[in-house]
């Protein structure tokens, strides 16, 4: 039988500040900056191009690691940092079918189609590097 897990929720963690963003690997950090501030209403925080950009939407922040950047480096087995994956950012919409239908138009790429369940529905769209983007509209 599982022991139950004693939460400090009122605590602060000794080392942990707080959330500072979310990383994705990209191959190209001005086309995924344009991607990100032109379709999806991001706002550019810092660039170093070639190798690394922040956009932001909110208190979050998408951090942009081209080939060169330190948070793109080889593991120290050799495995290489890549894009894709099934995590992924989740944004809140309106309109979901209006807006799947202006980012069609644009080009973009879907992963799969509209989905619905009990809490709303959601489509997966991709950067230009392939990182997932969850678009999702609460049934409330």
């Known amino acids: 039988m599982a022991q139950a897990i004693e939460f400090r929720n009122a605590e602060r963690h000794e080392f942990i500040k707080g959330f500072h963003g979310i990383r994705y690997q990209v191959r190209d950090v001005a086309r995924a900056v344009a991607f990100y501030t032109q379709h999806l209403g991001f706002k550019l925080e810092h660039q170093h191009l070639p190798e690394f950009a922040s956009v932001s939407l909110g208190d979050t922040q998408i951090l942009l690691s081209g080939p060169g950047a330190s948070g793109s480096r080889p593991m ?15 944004l809140n ?12 138009q644009a080009g973009l790429r879907f992963r799969n189609d509209l989905e619905t369940g009990p809490g709303g529905r959601q489509i997966q769209i991709e950067d230009p590097d392939g990182n997932p983007i969850e678009l ?3 049934a409330r």
Do not use: C, M, T
């Open 76 to 90: 120290r087995n050799g495995q290489p940092q890549e894009p894709g994956g099934w995590n992924r950012v989740v």
């Open 136 to 138: 999702f509209e609460s």
């Open 93 to 104: 919409v309106s309109d979901l079918p209006g807006f799947i239908a202006e980012l069609k």
